[in-house]
């Protein structure tokens, strides 16, 4: 079985400053990872995945996210915020053989100037 | 290229009403999902159909939740009766080449 746990539920940065959100995964099998983006009263848009090959992955919006099999983690990061990242976060995980994602709780992140 | 389709966005009802929603997902995308995200938690799949068979519905509560995929395209979400901690959003999902597209979802109040 697979699962997911985000680590802190809200997150507050400053305009400029690094974002890191957390999350660590459970996998009985070498998992695919992703990390979703939720805006206001929308449905979630795919920000970055990880497969095989390249630990470190680049998305969209200036995100990225590295994958540590040691420490079962896949951690988002973005060098520099901006207001309109504001929104909330989830990471997920899937088997590769399997099309069924586990999500995590989400974490709601807030950028202020 | 359209996204994926939901109505209503919005549905209040009282307990043990029914109720009903609609997705129409991204033309020729073969996997169908449904999903029901609770405030402050994630999203949790209720069922996936390839097409017009379903894959899994091991989470669908199936005394009150039903659904169906006629002709591959459009599905429908019912719930008979609703209860109270059935007020959640119901995203819908499509899937194509391994990555999933949502639709806005509808958000379900029952009081």
């Known amino acids: 079985a697979q699962s997911v746990t985000q680590l802190g539920s809200h997150v507050s940065v400053s305009e400029g400053a690094l974002v890191l959100l957390r999350c660590n995964y459970s996998?009985?099998?070498?998992?695919?990872l992703f990390w979703y983006v939720q805006y206001p009263n929308q449905g979630l848009q795919l920000l970055l995945k990880?497969?095989?090959?390249?630990?470190l992955v680049k998305g969209i919006n200036g995100f990225e996210a590295e994958f540590k099999k040691s420490e079962t983690s896949f951690h988002l990061t973005k060098p520099s915020a901006h207001m309109s990242d504001a929104a909330e976060y989830f990471c997920?995980?899937?088997?590769?053989?399997?099309?069924?994602?586990?999500f995590g709780t989400g974490t709601r992140l807030q950028v202020t100037l | 290229e359209a996204g994926v389709a939901q109505s209503p966005r919005y549905k209040i009802i009282e307990k043990r009403q029914s109720v009903a929603f609609w997705c129409n997902p991204i033309?020729?995308?073969?996997?169908l999902y449904w999903y029901q995200q609770i405030l402050g938690q994630g999203p949790k799949l209720l069922i996936q159909?390839?097409?017009?068979?379903?894959?899994?519905d091991s989470q669908l509560p199936k005394d009150r939740f039903s659904a169906e995929r006629l002709k591959g395209v459009d599905s429908t979400l019912k719930i008979q009766p609703a209860k109270l901690e059935d007020s959640a959003v119901y995203l819908c999902?499509?899937?194509?080449?391994?990555?999933?597209?949502f639709g806005p979802g509808t958000r379900l109040t029952v009081l």
């Open positions: 990880y497969t095989t090959g390249a630990t």
């Open positions: 033309s020729g995308h073969a996997t």
């Open positions: 159909f390839q097409n017009n068979g379903v894959v899994d």
């Open positions: 999902a499509s899937r194509l080449r391994g990555e999933q597209f």
């Open positions: 997920a995980v899937k088997r590769p053989t399997a099309s069924k994602l586990t």
């Open positions: 996998s009985s099998v070498p998992p695919y």
